[in-house]
């Protein structure tokens, strides 16, 4: 089997699978800053072969999630609080955009999809790695119903180095169930197809992120 097959329950590729599996542990720092990586053991760990793994690492250094150094071997990225601005300023232009087009391009699948997670989102958890998780949902579900695979990628790539950011301060942040849940209002604009809300809702939620963040630091 190479790693372009798929495995059979829908899950994509084995360099997906590995992909999804390592992407989840560098956001939420389970792999540390500065840590190795060792694609021989993650293929071991994960039952994979090694070329998937590499492949994953690729697209991971690619999202600046990992740096391989010549000689050196491959390491997770540090977390820049200085990188905090430049990340808010792509994601205060952005993030309006795709929820304004989320709410115009929505498709009734996507619509339903949204509607199961807004009332999962009454029962998330109140803090933690598992609430990470909630919020990466969410946000990936409204960039999936832009219906634009490279505005959705973007995002994808930022809302992680977002969340890692996040994820280092997560002690200190005692609003962050409040954080999560403020995507109540925005999934329901989404829903409803109201574009302007939905995008002034986004524009917030950055800002409030942004905002907590610098709080702290």
Request: a negative charge; glycine letters at 8%.
């Amino acid at each position: 089997m190479t790693s372009s097959t798929e495995d059979g329950d829908g899950r994509g590729t084995l360099a997906d699978q590995a992909y999804r599996s390592l992407s989840d542990r560098l956001v939420t720092l389970r792999i540390r800053p500065g840590e190795p990586l060792n694609d021989e053991r993650i293929a071991a760990e994960l039952g994979f072969g090694r070329t998937p793994v590499r492949e994953a690492l690729k697209r991971l250094e690619h999202e600046r999630l990992i740096v391989s150094y010549p000689r050196r071997g491959t390491f997770a990225t540090e977390v820049q609080i200085a990188d905090l601005g430049h990340i808010s300023e792509v994601r205060q232009r952005l993030e309006p955009l795709a929820a304004s087009l989320a709410a115009e391009r929505a498709t009734e699948s996507d619509r339903e999809g949204l509607d199961r997670l807004l009332a999962q989102l009454a029962d998330a958890p109140d803090g933690g790695a598992d609430l990470i998780r909630v919020d990466m949902t969410l946000h990936r579900a409204v960039y999936a119903a832009t219906r634009n695979p490279y505005l959705e990628d973007t995002l994808v790539r930022y809302d992680n180095l977002a969340t890692r950011i996040w994820c280092l301060f997560l002690d200190r942040l005692p609003g962050l169930a409040g954080h999560v849940h403020e995507h109540g209002p925005l999934l329901r604009a989404v829903i409803d197809r109201d574009a302007e809300k939905a995008a002034d809702l986004a524009a917030r939620h950055v800002a409030g992120f942004e905002a907590a963040i610098r709080g702290v630091i």
